[in-house]
């Protein structure tokens, strides 16, 4: 970002004939060069100069001019009772924001008020409430290598919860927290030399906040040994630089980050592994439109507070490993799902609990009002009748829960007998400490308060001593108290009245007594405000002292409503308990959690890959390929989760990692064709999945040639099958692919029913054992809308053959399924022209002895592979083309120099040249 906070160059150099408040405002646009400046002046937020003409542009409001002694520069400004949108807007557009408020009362300010910047707004570190998302997290994130070079360390916080997460690992698994975790602004190291992809905002820092002296004294402030929590120097680095930049923009009155009191440190190995493509694919929190509709989150997200949706997330992140973890939130799950009314009840106290993290956060940054307080009371209230309410819950998981709860009465009570039921948002005016918990602040109120009723009586008393009944007895900020009397009374004034103000119609008067009277009560209102208001601040201080206690009941509550909430859908959806065992997985009856609510029947399926845990799985699009593979998978994450599962029966073994390969698009930016893209996806699983994975592929090898899609297809499901032996689900249209079930003791072939009557083609969405006799590509393209004459015409090439200049015609069906088939008559490999002939040969065995997956089977002479209708130049042009394409960098070239290049080669080919 190109800065714009400085000084115009013609006004630098005349710095000394700067007014005072421009000379201000630049000094602390000098100190955060890297922000907007927002300088408060009065009731807003003002920008000069060319600050001032980018906010103008980003935030579309009117830029104006302000002329001084300095001359004619722009200006503009945002309300400061509004200025959350305009902040928005600008952390939106790439700009960091420091606030600059007054920090001085312009009443006691001798001079020009003094102004500070008391925080500075970046998307990572945002607390403000209009620009968080309830239920949500906002995550900054700091990224430092190990000194070998082998590993990363990487420290996430919430500066709005107060979550704080360290862990170190190799950059691979970094990159999969980064996904996790989703971080809205990222700071590193200066000698971090992997490249990660993050989508936040990437902020540069001092190099000294990752020197390890520095950060070890930053850590040393909230964690006494930091060695005894962290593990290596690349931790250390990392979660120094992360508290010393959070502090940073948190200001000079933030009290510091002490509401930080979770330094965790955790092993990504002891959740699931879902990357950002499994994450995507399965739609766990995004659909494929990057919405929030119609996601595994929206469908099981039943809970009652923004506590418990947090918390929900993070179990969805990350699924458990620890099999006795699991039933144990099981065992609670099956416990609410029996006590109905148990259930409801808590889920009923939970809907009054506030988001007490982000309330606890305020307290102790300082910023919460009398109405937080209150709040933060109110979800404490709610305590003693939750753990009532679970008084006979019997599984080990709840009752841990429930005994955990504190219910703080101490806090409780001090901010009931403190804060009034009812205060006002102000916490400067009055209004905020209920009467009978300060005597000095009672007689106050009681001397403020007797002063005006004595002032309330005054006008009749008047009244009737001066026989003035026009006489009023009012009151201004300038003047004071009054008596007033218009001009045709004036001769019944009573000696003792001294004027005080002339009007056009009136005359204004006090007495001694009223004076009296009016010091008192203007002493006594100004005292008392000045007391209530130090009464509060050192409640919210005592308060604030219990964060931690705080932050540790609203862990207990968080787990509580995501509990309720998983029982509530299993009662709701009809899910039931998953099973563990070490026998592979075996679900009946599975449904897709998500589609199902979208639909208004369902058909459910069965996965039995126990004795073959890997699966090839055809039939036509449309069929439910896809929904069938996810659903398998999605059974397995909310099992782990703890959740039951949309399956009649489910007996799982504990997943390391959930792998997918489902879809692809192209970077064109990156220069990463689709293939390129699926390749890379591919690369990932074959190089860490383990037999405890599950692995979803998708039609792997479409991208390219069929020849070639057709040989990484195969091998890649050797390699899966002999070195990995993951639980694998591979959705493909090769059809040979189905060979590998006749001699390969793992792999089974399913398929998707159809029911043909003439053209009408069926989908009937069940699975059935066995291979797909076709995959009705035209009949899926008649459902799509195609036109008539193309459907027509497709049939006809499918049944009578490709023509090609009297070269060999080669039957779309045949071509494939990789045969070739000469004047369109006979078939190659004993395929049949229609395609309807199952291609395993009923003695199990393959028809490809060679292991020449994807060759052509013809009598006529081929180049390398190439058909070819004789000899001379065709053959020497094929070979020429072959040779040239071998040299080419196909990973180095853009999707549209790919396309140009096929262009001229298929041009030279059909001697075009």
């Known amino acids: 970002m190109e800065s714009v906070t400085g000084p115009p160059a013609k006004m630098a150099a005349r710095r000394e004939e700067l007014t005072?408040?421009?000379?201000?405002?630049?000094?602390?646009?000098?100190?955060?060069?890297?922000?907007?400046?927002?300088?408060?002046?009065?009731?807003?937020?003002?920008?000069?100069?060319?600050?001032?003409?980018?906010?103008?542009?980003?935030?579309?409001?009117?830029?104006?001019?302000?002329?001084?002694?300095?001359?004619?520069?722009?200006?503009?400004?945002?309300?400061?009772?509004?200025?959350?949108?305009?902040?928005?807007?600008?952390?939106?557009?790439?700009?960091?924001?420091?606030?600059?408020?007054?920090?001085?009362?312009?009443?006691?300010?001798?001079?020009?008020v003094d102004r500070a910047v008391t925080r500075v707004v970046t998307p990572g570190t945002v607390v403000e409430d209009e620009l968080l998302a309830a239920g949500g997290n906002t995550y900054l994130a700091a990224l430092a290598p190990a000194p070998d070079g082998e590993e990363v360390g990487v420290a996430f916080v919430d500066v709005s919860t107060g979550e704080f997460r360290v862990t170190s690992a190799r950059p691979t698994v970094v990159q999969d927290e980064l996904n996790r975790f989703a971080p809205a602004e990222v700071i590193a190291a200066p000698d971090l030399d992997h490249a990660f992809d993050v989508e936040g905002m990437r902020t540069p820092v001092p190099d000294e906040r990752f020197e390890p002296s520095t950060a070890r004294e930053r850590v040393s402030a909230y964690v006494a040994t930091p060695e005894s929590v962290l593990s290596g120097t690349a931790e250390l680095r990392a979660a120094g630089a992360l508290l010393g930049y959070a502090e940073y923009t948190q200001g000079v009155d933030a009290g510091g980050l002490a509401y930080i009191t979770r330094l965790t440190r955790y092993d990504p190995r002891e959740g699931m592994r879902l990357d950002a493509t499994a994450l995507r694919s399965l739609e766990v929190f995004e659909n494929r439109e990057g919405g929030d509709a119609h996601t595994l989150l929206g469908v099981v997200d039943e809970t009652s507070c923004a506590l418990g949706r947090r918390e929900l997330t993070h179990w969805l992140r990350r699924p458990l490993l620890d099999r006795e973890r699991i039933e144990a939130r099981h065992d609670a799950v099956e416990e609410l799902t029996r006590l109905s009314l148990v259930r409801e009840e808590a889920r009923d106290l939970l809907r009054d609990v506030y988001d007490v993290e982000r309330l606890v956060t305020r307290v102790s940054r300082g910023r919460a009002n009398a109405r937080d307080l209150r709040s933060l009371k109110a979800t404490l209230d709610v305590v003693p009748e939750l753990k009532a309410a679970l008084a006979d819950v019997e599984c080990d998981a709840l009752r841990e829960r429930r005994d955990a709860l504190d219910d703080l009465a101490d806090v409780r009570g001090l901010v009931g007998r403190a804060i009034h039921p009812e205060p006002p948002i102000e916490v400067t005016e009055g209004g905020v400490i209920r009467e009978g918990f300060d005597d000095d602040l009672d007689d106050l109120r009681a001397t403020e308060r007797d002063g005006r009723e004595w002032v309330a009586d005054l006008e009749a008393s008047e009244r009737e001593r001066t026989g003035i009944d026009s006489l009023k007895v009012g009151y201004n900020e300038v003047h004071g108290y009054y008596i007033e009397v218009t001009n045709p009374n004036l001769d019944a004034v009573p000696d003792d009245y001294t004027r005080r103000q002339t009007l056009k119609n009136s005359e204004r008067f006090y007495t001694p007594e009223l004076k009296r009277r009016e010091d008192e009560i203007l002493g006594a209102a100004e005292r008392a405000d000045a007391r209530e208001y130090r009464l509060f601040t050192e409640v919210r201080e005592e308060v604030a002292a219990a964060a931690e206690r705080v932050q540790r009941v609203a862990g207990v509550l968080a787990e509580l409503d995501v509990l309720a909430a998983l029982a509530h859908v299993a009662v709701e959806r009809d899910y039931h308990r998953p099973e563990f065992g070490s026998e592979g997985v075996h679900i009946e009856a599975g449904r897709h959690p998500v589609v199902e609510t979208t639909q208004e029947a369902f058909v459910p399926n069965d996965a039995d890959l126990r004795e073959r845990p890997f699966a090839v799985v055809t039939g036509p699009n449309m069929s439910g390929k896809s929904t069938y593979m996810r659903q398998v998978a999605l059974v397995v994450v909310l099992a782990q989760v703890g959740s039951f599962v949309p399956a009649r029966r489910a007996r799982l073994p504990v997943t390391d990692a959930v792998f997918t390969r489902v879809g692809a698009s192209d970077d064109i930016a990156g220069g990463h064709s689709t293939f390129m893209r699926e390749m890379a996806e591919l690369t990932d699983i074959l190089h860490n999945a383990t037999e405890d994975s599950l692995v979803l592929l998708d039609e792997v090898g479409r991208g390219t040639s069929t020849a070639d899609g057709r040989a990484i297809a195969w091998a890649v499901t050797e390699f899966l099958d002999d070195e990995v032996g993951a639980t694998t689900l591979f959705a493909t249209h090769y059809h040979e692919l189905t060979r590998l079930a006749g001699d390969r003791p793992g792999v089974q072939n399913l398929h998707f029913a159809v029911e043909r009557d003439g053209e009408t083609v069926t989908f009937l969405h069940s699975v059935a054992q066995g291979a797909a006799e076709a995959s009705y590509g035209v009949e899926v393209a008649r459902l799509a809308g195609v036109p008539g004459t193309v459907i027509e015409r497709s049939r006809a090439l499918l049944e009578d053959g490709l023509p090609d200049e009297g070269r060999e015609t080669v039957t779309l069906e045949a071509f494939a399924g990789g045969e070739t088939v000469q004047n369109g008559h006979g078939a190659a490999n004993g395929t049949s022209v229609d395609g309807g002939d199952d291609p395993v040969d009923d003695s199990g065995g393959t028809d490809d002895p060679d292991g020449r997956i994807g060759s052509s089977a013809s009598d006529s002479p081929a180049v390398d592979g190439v058909p070819t209708t004789g000899e001379g130049e065709a053959a020497s042009e094929a070979a020429a083309a072959l040779e040239e394409i071998r040299g080419l960098s196909i990973a180095a070239m853009t999707p549209l120099e790919a396309l140009t290049y096929l262009h001229d080669l298929q041009g030279r080919l059909d001697g075009d040249d």
Do not use: K, W
Request: charged share 20%.
């Open 20 to 112: 005072p408040m421009l000379s201000q405002y630049f000094s602390l646009t000098e100190e955060y060069d890297d922000a907007l400046v927002l300088f408060q002046v009065g009731d807003f937020y003002e920008l000069f100069c060319e600050a001032a003409e980018a906010a103008a542009r980003v935030c579309e409001i009117t830029l104006t001019q302000r002329e001084d002694s300095t001359g004619t520069y722009p200006m503009a400004g945002v309300p400061i009772d509004n200025v959350a949108p305009y902040v928005e807007t600008l952390l939106g557009a790439g700009y960091r924001v420091a606030i600059a408020d007054q920090v001085e009362d312009p009443a006691e300010a001798s001079g020009l």
